[in-house]
């Protein structure tokens, strides 16, 4: 009886161990997340300076008229 309760435990344990496996990869998850958004603002950031350079051009050919 106490052999198969010690290998309850270990089970326990190894689900346990499992358990911060997982929650590691939800970290990991999370910063590949964060690191999407980052490139999205850049891309943002890019699409803003693509914008005004095209402003600037605009302006510079009605300046020409």
Known sequence: MVSANRVG???EVELCTQVVLVS??????CTQVDLVSALEVKLNAQEYVTNA????LSLHLLQLD
């Open 9 to 11: 435990n270990a089970r």
């Open 53 to 56: 350079q095209v402003m600037k």
């Open 24 to 29: 590691a990869q939800e970290v990991e998850l």
